[in-house]
């Protein structure tokens, strides 16, 4: 299991910014990949960003150049910064962790955050 919390204030305005983490515990080998997802009401959960151990990270285009997805590995834990924020935004965001339990033969095991709300206004 994994637990998010928000670095700033939930609500931000149209142009503002907003930062999430994301803190993975539990029984951990190792954690290939880590990433944030969001799903607005009516809508398909969709992915934001990932992040590989090695801080190589991809983002959906709708994001790039305003969000950053990095993470901490002794920490375990992941973070997103958003500015920038356009209204379009406003969804409920969790954290992914592809995790290893035991060994590198251990089948990988998804740890999702319980979610969090962000909402931008106009």
């Known amino acids: 299991m994994s637990s998010c919390r928000r670095l700033g204030e939930g609500l931000a305005q149209a142009g503002g910014s907003l930062g999430l983490s994301c803190v993975v515990s539990?029984?951990?080998?190792?954690?290939?990949?880590m990433a944030w997802y969001r799903q607005a009401p009516g809508n398909q959960r969709e992915l934001v960003a990932t992040?590989?151990?090695?801080?190589?990270?991809d983002y959906v285009d709708s994001v790039s150049g305003r969000f950053t997805i990095s993470r901490d590995n002794d920490k375990k834990t992941v973070y997103l910064q958003m500015n920038t924020l356009k209204p379009e935004d406003t969804a409920v965001y969790y954290c992914?962790?592809?995790?290893?339990?035991?060994?590198?033969?251990?089948?990988?095991?998804?740890?999702w955050g319980k979610g969090t709300q962000v909402t931008v206004s106009s």
């Open positions: 539990g029984t951990i080998y190792s954690i290939p990949l």
């Open positions: 992040i590989t151990k090695n801080g190589a990270a």
């Open positions: 992914k962790a592809d995790v290893k339990r035991y060994n590198v033969y251990s089948a990988t095991k998804e740890y």
